[in-house]
């Protein structure tokens, strides 16, 4: 009969991971940089820090705790174990006279995908004993192992290989003997364990304007998407890293407080070591600082409708022919903010747009757009059309007398011309004056004049270029005159 005892020896050898210990407080950090308070990491509004301490800024080691590999197989010099399912009926055996062998239960633990090699000094023979003191030594294995592979020995080594994939419970029993009398089975326990894998950093990236602060919560922080195989929490214990162009304050649950150096634009990073069970892995957070979006620019614009007349002006020479993002951005009309007063207008968001004025109105009509990039900027400008005369008499027209009306402008001559052309023209010097060539379509060519000029008579060239030096093609074309709410134009003729 085995005998029982309230005290029983256990051997127990577990290949686990060792968790590493925290203090939560900093570590040093390198010269010149500087890691904040956690109750107020940074003037600008903080976090609320609910969870996680500080992170400590370490230099750059990761130290791993990791699963002590499994020895190699044992080589014993003394008999390798036989399976004898015959040596005893459940866990029982034979007691012949004197007083047999005691045997106790012994207790492993082997990671799921390794082997478990035990030699004779821990082995199951260990804590077994004649209460005689006559030598104890294994003379059968009883019940083989059933999930996995089992070398046993006489002197209660052995080795110990669970079938791939395998996790749980699994044991043998062994038979032993003081060389005179057959004792109990003794069973050996086996607990396959998964193997601790290391946590699986993730890097992140984040943008942020220049010098404005960056606060990101927990719930978007670095260790979002990091994660461990094995279930074991995930925290945040050191910054081996720290950024280059600006502070941080990172915490052990994954938020933090970034701000970039003043007037820093571009990439700075930090890293970031993570810990589960012992195991650690490192990843790399990137932040991309970049200058705050610019306004589009919108310039004026200027056109020529005939009166009684109409304009069809195409995308190439409409509003946005002109304008331009400073940022490169797309951008586009969102908005007639100010329509025409004396016509008919239909625009577009690519620019182009259609002017009728009223039947026999001739003078200034104005309208205003505003433009918008795809990241909410805008800007606004006036377009002016000057609604003129579509013919002049074949005959040059002479300016008036200077004491009667001072406003005014000849027929430009020679006309038609090739490769200048001389314009006169007079004005009283209480407005700012602007002459302008349009094309036929009504299309901005070039600007002659645009500024305060004193009362009186000026002249002024056209060499058949426009505002690009570009020579214009051979045709017609219209010169406006305009100062204040005077105006006046002339069709000339250009020949090559």
């Not at 925290?235 to 994954?254: Q, R, S, W």
């Not at 933090?256 to 070591?273: A, K, L």
């Not at 056209?462 to 105006?487: K, N, P, T």
Request: charge should be negative.
């Amino acid at each position: 009969m085995r005998r029982m005892f309230s005290l029983c020896a256990l051997v127990v050898m577990s290949v686990v991971g060792v968790a590493a210990a925290s203090t939560g407080n900093p570590l040093p950090v390198r010269e010149g940089a500087s890691i904040p308070a956690p109750q107020a990491p940074r003037a600008q509004p903080p976090l609320d820090i609910t969870g996680g301490e500080l992170l400590p800024v370490g230099d750059g080691s990761m130290p791993v705790a990791r699963p002590e590999p499994a020895p190699h197989a044992v080589e014993s010099t003394v008999g390798q174990l036989p399976f004898d399912e015959a040596a005893g009926s459940g866990r029982q055996s034979s007691d012949k006279s004197g007083a047999a062998p005691q045997v106790m239960d012994d207790h492993f633990t082997v990671q799921a995908g390794s082997t478990l090699a035990i030699a004779a000094a821990a082995g199951f023979l260990v804590n077994d004993y004649d209460p005689e003191g006559d030598a104890v030594i294994a003379t059968a294995i009883s019940h083989f192992v059933d999930n996995g592979s089992l070398s046993a020995f006489t002197d209660g080594s052995f080795n110990y290989t669970p079938v791939a994939g395998f996790t749980g419970y699994d044991y043998f029993d062994y038979q032993v003997t003081d060389g005179t009398n057959n004792a109990e089975i003794g069973r050996v326990h086996f607990h396959v364990v998964a193997t601790d894998r290391p946590p699986l950093a993730l890097g992140e990236a984040y943008a942020v304007v220049m010098n404005a602060p960056l606060a990101i919560a927990a719930a978007a922080g670095f260790l979002v998407n990091d994660f461990d195989p094995d279930g074991d929490a995930v925290a945040a214990i050191t910054i081996p890293d720290d950024v280059d162009h600006g502070i941080l304050a990172a915490y052990t649950d994954g938020q933090f407080t970034y701000t970039p150096n003043p007037n820093f634009t571009g990439t700075d990073s930090f890293s970031y070591q993570i810990s589960a069970n012992g195991l650690s892995a490192i990843a790399t957070v990137t932040l991309t600082v970049y200058e705050p979006n610019r306004a589009p620019i919108a310039t004026a614009d200027y056109y020529y409708a005939p009166i009684s007349g109409s304009i069809a002006i195409p995308v190439a020479a409409g509003l946005f022919r002109n304008d331009f993002d400073p940022d490169g951005d797309v951008f586009f009309a969102t908005i007639i903010s100010d329509l025409v007063d004396y016509g008919t207008l239909l625009a577009y968001t690519d620019g182009h747009f259609s002017y009728t004025p009223t039947p026999g109105y001739s003078g200034i009509d104005r309208f205003t757009y505003q433009i918008g990039d795809v990241n909410g900027a805008s800007a606004s400008a006036t377009v002016t059309i000057f609604v003129g005369v579509t013919s002049d008499p074949a005959s040059p027209v002479p300016l008036p007398p200077a004491d009667g009306q001072r406003f005014g402008m000849s027929l430009p001559t020679p006309n038609p011309f090739n490769p200048t052309t001389r314009i006169d023209f007079r004005v009283d010097g209480t407005a700012r004056t602007a002459m302008r060539v349009f094309d036929l379509r009504g299309a901005l060519v070039r600007t002659l004049v645009d500024e305060d000029l004193p009362a009186g008579d000026h002249t002024v060239q056209w060499d058949g270029r426009d505002d690009q030096g570009v020579e214009m093609a051979s045709g017609a074309y219209f010169v406006a005159l305009v100062s204040g709410s005077d105006l006046t134009s002339r069709k000339i003729a250009l020949v090559k």
